[in-house]
């Protein structure tokens, strides 16, 4: 089974699947964290276990590949539109059966268009506009670059994953999740895409309102 670790810190994740025998790709943006990810793996011997510093907007399959499995956990609401949306599209392509993603969502305060439909969420202030690369590189546990983040609905994250090839989407409550307010954790499934016809759809696909 091969594995990826979007935004995987300090390879706790990606060590934890590959000990179990996966092989793993971990792709993390911030030099501390992957130097101290590649130590771990060093000195555990792990060849069916990689590290790669690089930003998760980065990711396609023709630079990485297909995997069985892809990790979205703790990234995606650290992401700003219109990235975000290309993210999210990105991440059906290199997915060959599912992918587990554990975000923050929010309310429908704002609203955006990509490819002609509307997705609704909020605004999350990362940094300040006078913030510097130094200040933002030393915030691990914060956006790579962009000083805001676009927090989606949950039904507007639905309908985007939905029309970027994961044909179910599911909640996951044990494991038990971060017991944080308005966070989840997803499982978005790739399976094959079947016209609705019991019910009434736009183009066999059914969509939420916002």
């Given amino acids: 089974m091969r594995i990826l670790d979007l935004g995987c810190l300090e390879g706790l994740y990606s060590i934890g699947l ?19 990810a590649k130590f771990a793996k060093e000195c555990l011997g792990l060849n069916n276990l990689e590290f790669i510093q ?16 892809v990790l979205c956990c703790g990234i995606l609401y650290h992401l700003n539109v219109p990235e975000v949306f290309n993210f999210i599209e990105k991440l059906g392509e290199v997915c060959t ?6 975000t ?12 002609g439909k509307q997705y ?7 940094f300040d506009e ?4 130094e200040q933002k590189a030393d915030s691990l546990w914060a956006s790579l670059h962009n000083n805001n983040s676009f927090w989606f609905t949950p039904y507007s994250l639905f309908n985007l994953l939905q029309t970027s090839s994961f044909t179910s989407v599911y909640q996951s409550f ?37």
């Fill in 97 to 102: 059966a599912f992918t587990i993603i554990d």
């Fill in 54 to 69: 690089d930003d998760v907007l980065n990711l396609s399959p023709e630079k990485y590949g297909y995997f069985d499995i």
């Fill in 130 to 133: 006078d913030a510097t690369i």
């Fill in 174 to 210: 044990i494991p038990i999740p971060s017991q944080q307010e308005n966070r989840f954790v997803l499982l978005a499934h790739k399976g094959e895409q079947i016209e609705t016809k019991s019910r009434e759809c736009k183009n066999g696909v059914l969509e939420y309102p916002f």
């Fill in 18 to 36: 590959a000990l179990h025998g996966a092989t793993v790709v971990g792709i993390e943006g911030r030099e501390v964290n992957f130097q101290k």
């Fill in 104 to 115: 923050h969502f929010g309310e429908p305060e704002k609203i955006f268009i990509h490819k």
């Fill in 120 to 126: 609704w969420g909020s605004l999350y202030h990362e």
